[in-house]
């Protein structure tokens, strides 16, 4: 849904991740910072897929990932509207910088997510 409401007419880069860590799932999404001022919001479409073919990322630092990927194509089984306001963290995206977040992660590749706070 995150990436569905964002609005990409702007350059900008994302660092977002839905980790469990110790039985809790924590949700992270963080934008450019200056894109994040001028609410890139939009509606949009999220595509539901079938689950067939796709595997979990691997565990970062020990925290099993809730994201995953499909090495093929995908055909959506629906499509369904969205509007900024639907999405839950929508309030807690965060806004970073962008030559901040490519040092740190080109230092420790592994250091998700690379940025303060």
Known sequence: ????????????????????????????????????DLGP???GTMYLLSAEGFEHQPPIRGARQRQVAKMGPAE??????VRPEEF??????????????????AADPDGFPWVDG
């Open 1 to 36: 849904m995150f990436d569905a409401i964002l609005n990409r007419d702007r350059p900008l880069s994302t660092v977002n991740s839905c980790s469990d860590i110790a039985g809790e799932t924590f949700y992270y999404f963080s934008i450019s910072r200056p894109v994040l």
């Open 41 to 43: 919001w939009q509606e």
């Open 76 to 81: 959506p089984v629906a499509k369904i509207r």
């Open 88 to 105: 839950p963290f929508l309030n807690d995206v965060r806004g970073h910088d962008d030559a901040v977040v490519q040092a740190r992660s």
